[in-house]
């Protein structure tokens, strides 16, 4: 159980979080009123981020709502409570605290490592199920709580393809390695480490910076005297394109490699230039390939602009959520998380279904570059195994 917050919530039906409350409330219509939570940053430098996740998030109920969903024989109508944590591990808490005291059925979110892990601690005590899009850290899900999963593939298997395409792809034999020392970031640069090592790299250098830096000049000259082949960067984009401005300025010939904090449409802006020749991963198929990623790409675009890179996952994880309550026939919690390792559908970014962990089962990493102001597909990995080849 949770403490009522210090300030009062005014919900849609006129209570306070401090009232006692049901998961769900009558709408005006007479339908069942379901609150699903839905968390991200809103403001600050990953803002682009936090909304495109709200935004995947609510196309999702916006079309479920549309098309109409009968649960324990009452028409329902979900309501989306999208809440700001500012990447932020401390503010996470109180968001889902908050959430908590709105008694939400579920919690699409949230966005980063560092503020799913500990929010997922909160949802577990609570048992209401949270469906992170985005968080890829390994720590998220082996934590036992049967309330956590995603829809994304982990850093496990991003770090060891990271690690093993620097060595065999860009032919790297001195890489350089700075994390921004979140669980995303770091837990990240770990992976990539121990991958680079077994494929027979050296690890020069092992820096760290802050998730809110934008100054790298030192870390960069640093790592500059050892002369390194691949600079790999675990964090997100805010930073990584200051990273790589400063990492030309000082004249380092290296690669800049990242994963899919550094694979974003923001990227290419903040980069400009300097972008070029930068290589990143990212969880799951290029949009093209997904099987419902050309049609996801026309309704979102046309509703909410361009898509930065986890809105699918987020419609998705949305989707995911709302089809355990068909299993179950209602959206209480007790209920229906019982059914969320049975859920077993094709989402728009692929198959989705859980493992006994929460995570998504056969996820992909696909590589890319920036040519000419662009992401560039490179390859796709699955399972360990290259499914598509390197264009050129």
């Known amino acids: ?128 199920p949270q469906i992170s899009p985005s968080a890829t850290a390994i720590a998220y899900t082996a934590q036992g709580f049967n309330t956590t999963y995603r829809v994304m593939t982990n850093d496990l298997q991003q770090g060891k393809v990271l690690g093993e395409y620097a060595v065999q792809k860009l032919g790297a034999k001195r890489i350089a390695i700075i994390d921004d020392r979140t669980a995303y970031g770091q837990g990240l640069a770990d992976e990539v480490e121990k991958a680079a090592k077994a494929a027979g790299g050296t690890i020069v250098a092992r820096e760290f910076t802050t998730d809110r830096s934008t100054d790298f000049l030192a870390i960069l000259t640093s790592i500059k005297a050892k002369h390194p082949d691949v600079v790999f960067y675990g964090g997100m984009d805010a930073q990584g394109a200051p990273m790589v401005r ?89 209920k229906y998380l019982a059914q969320l390792p049975r859920v077993q559908f094709t989402g728009v970014t692929g198959p989705i279904s859980f493992d006994d962990k929460g995570d998504i089962r056969g996820g992909a990493i696909t590589l890319y570059h920036v040519k000419n102001g662009r992401w560039e597909f490179l390859e796709t990995v699955i399972g360990g195994a290259g499914a598509a080849p390197a264009k050129n």
């Open 1 to 128: 159980m949770t403490k009522c917050t210090m300030w009062v919530l005014v919900l849609a039906t006129g209570l306070t979080a401090c009232d006692k409350q049901e998961n769900s409330a009558t709408g005006p219509g007479g339908e069942t009123m379901v609150r699903i939570g839905s968390v991200s940053p809103l403001t600050g430098p990953q803002a682009h981020l936090g909304k495109d996740n709200a935004n995947g998030a609510r196309l999702a109920i916006d079309e479920i709502n549309a098309a109409g969903i009968t649960l324990g024989g009452k028409k329902v109508k979900f309501e989306l409570l999208s809440e700001d944590d500012q990447a932020d591990p401390k503010i996470a808490t109180i968001v889902a605290d908050k959430l908590i005291d709105q008694r939400v059925a579920g919690v699409i979110g949230h966005l980063n490592s560092g503020t799913s892990i500990p929010a997922s601690k909160r949802y577990h005590e609570a048992g209401i």
């Open 246 to 334: 400063q990492l030309h300025s000082l004249g380092i010939n290296a690669t800049l490699l990242g994963g899919d904090g550094v694979q974003t449409t923001e990227f290419l802006k903040l980069a400009d230039m300097d972008a070029e020749g930068v290589t990143a991963s990212s969880p799951g198929l290029p949009i093209d390939s997904m099987p419902g990623g050309k049609e996801f790409r026309e309704k979102f675009t046309a509703k909410y602009g361009v898509i930065q890179n986890y809105a699918p996952y987020a419609y998705d994880a949305a989707r995911a959520m709302v089809d355990a309550m068909k299993l179950a026939d209602s959206a209480d919690p007790k």
